[in-house]
C-alpha cells in the first residue's frame, strides 16, 4: 500500500490477514521452495517452465506477504461499538423502497471485501452512503453508472 490512505480493518479482518501471513510465511513458502528444489532437478533452467512457474509463485508470494505486513503495520482496528448508526463492523439490512428488495451484508474496510460472503467496503457506494445513519433512515446511493436507489434500513446489528 503506498499511499497514506488509513486502512481499517476489523478485529476479524486483522485475524485473517494474521493466518495468510502465517500460510504464507511458514506452509506455502516451504512449498514453493520445494517446487524450486524439484524443478532445478530437472536440469537446463533456460528451458524450464516448472522451475520458471514455481519462481513465479515465489515472487508473488513474497510480494503478497510485504502487502500483508504493510496493511498490518499501518492499519487502525475498529472496534465494535453500539448497534445505533452504521459503522465498520456493522451488520446492516436494507430495503429497496421502489422493488421492496431486501439486502443484508457486512460493512469492512476495503482490504476485507468479499462481494460472495456479503461483505461491502465502507468506501463502496451503498457502504458510504450508509455510514453514521441509523434504523429507519432512507439513503440514496448513487451507482458508477450514475443511476440512483434509495433504501432504507431495517436493522443494523453487530
Do not use: C
Not at 32 to 48: H, M, Q, V, Y
Not at 111 to 129: C, F, K, R, Y
Amino acid at each position: 500500500m503506498t499511499d497514506n490512505t488509513q486502512i481499517q480493518l476489523t478485529k476479524d479482518g486483522r485475524e485473517k490477514l494474521q493466518e495468510e501471513l502465517a500460510w504464507r510465511e511458514g506452509e506455502h513458502a516451504k512449498e514453493i521452495t520445494e517446487a524450486i528444489k524439484t524443478a532445478k532437478d530437472f536440469g537446463d533452467l533456460s528451458e524450464n517452465a516448472e522451475y520458471d512457474a514455481a519462481k513465479e509463485d515465489q515472487a508473488k508470494n513474497e510480494a503478497r506477504v510485504a502487502e500483508i505486513r504493510s496493511i498490518l503495520a499501518s492499519a487502525q482496528i475498529v472496534e465494535k461499538t453500539g448497534t445505533r448508526a452504521v459503522s465498520i463492523g456493522s451488520k446492516v439490512k436494507i430495503k429497496d423502497l421502489k422493488t421492496q428488495q431486501e439486502h443484508e451484508f457486512s460493512i469492512v474496510g476495503t482490504t476485507e471485501t468479499d462481494s460472495l460472503n456479503h461483505m461491502i467496503s465502507n468506501e463502496s457506494p451503498v457502504g458510504s452512503a450508509l455510514m453514521g445513519h441509523k434504523k429507519g433512515e432512507e439513503i440514496e446511493v448513487i451507482a458508477p453508472n450514475g443511476s440512483k436507489k434509495k433504501y432504507e434500513i431495517t436493522f443494523i446489528g453487530r
